[in-house]
């Protein structure tokens, strides 16, 4: 049996636009584009429009990996693994803020909140 080779100018299978299956999921939309040899990678909120900054996009035939850095501070790693000839497999972590309050003196010796 032959074996068939790659071509060089073949799509990488991440090309497009992509949307979570459940929209309720995330407001995240991807576009992944080729420019040249490079994958190029843009994250957008979709409510409002807003494009995140991009960092530090890895490729490789069957994975990419970028940071993310949204206006509110929150930063987000991706990492993207083809699944099916239609879907991809995004797993992320992120950044969160939260606000905490001083505990009163009293509070704080008697260990209650």
Known sequence: MARTKKSKTEASPFLGRWVALDEWDTAVVLEITKRGKSIRVKAIDSTDGEEAEVYKVRT???????????S????????????????????FTYTDTMRFKRLSSSKQRSGKS
């Open 60 to 70: 490789t035939n069957r994975l990419i990996s970028f940071g993310t850095l949204w």
């Open 72 to 91: 509110s501070g929150q930063f987000t790693k991706y990492r993207l693994k083809t699944f099916g000839e239609d879907g991809i497999e995004v797993n």
